[in-house]
């Protein structure tokens, strides 16, 4: 059951992107950053994490997840440092998951030869 609720909950939070990128004049990027914020001040209202404990990975995979891994990166960071950790935590937080995607979409690009739109 954990696997359809997963599947479930990550679907739905694609359909409700899918609605907004269709009903309204925004483009993708910024529908990203919107998902990245709603993560994030998700998080900071304490929502977000019995949210994601409910529904799995569906839930704390997409980019609602990686907002909400920035915010708790903040939060530690304020703890341990202060203000410094303001701009460090959510980086130290994340950076696993940044190097991943910057050497996968490397990797991407060796295998598939992009080329430039003209």
Same mark, same amino acid.
């Given at each position: 059951?954990?696997?359809?609720? %997963?599947?479930?909950?990550?679907?739905? &939070?694609?359909?409700?992107?899918?609605? &907004?990128?269709?009903?309204?004049?925004?483009?993708?990027?910024?529908?990203?950053?919107? $998902?990245?914020?709603?993560?994030?001040? $998700? #998080?900071?209202?304490? &929502?977000?994490?019995?949210?994601?404990?409910?529904?799995?990975?569906?839930?704390?995979?997409?980019?609602? #997840?990686?907002?909400?891994? $920035?915010?708790?990166?903040?939060?530690? #960071?304020?703890?341990?440092?202060?203000?410094?950790? &303001?701009?460090?935590? #959510?980086?130290?937080?994340?950076?696993?998951?940044?190097?991943? %995607?910057?050497?996968?979409?490397? $990797?991407?690009?060796?295998?598939?030869?992009?080329?430039?739109?003209?």
């Amino acid at each position: 059951m954990d696997y359809i609720k %997963a599947f479930l909950v990550g679907g739905v &939070i694609c359909m409700v992107v899918q609605a &907004i990128m269709d009903n309204t004049k925004l483009m993708p990027g910024r529908v990203m950053v919107l $998902l990245v914020v709603t993560g994030g001040v $998700l #998080g900071f209202f304490g &929502i977000y994490e019995p949210f994601a404990e409910w529904g799995g990975t569906g839930a704390s995979v997409p980019l609602l #997840g990686f907002g909400n891994a $920035l915010w708790k990166g903040v939060k530690e #960071g304020m703890a341990e440092e202060g203000l410094l950790g &303001i701009f460090k935590g #959510g980086f130290t937080a994340t950076a696993s998951g940044i190097c991943a %995607a910057l050497v996968f979409a490397y $990797l991407a690009s060796l295998i598939f030869k992009p080329k430039m739109k003209e």
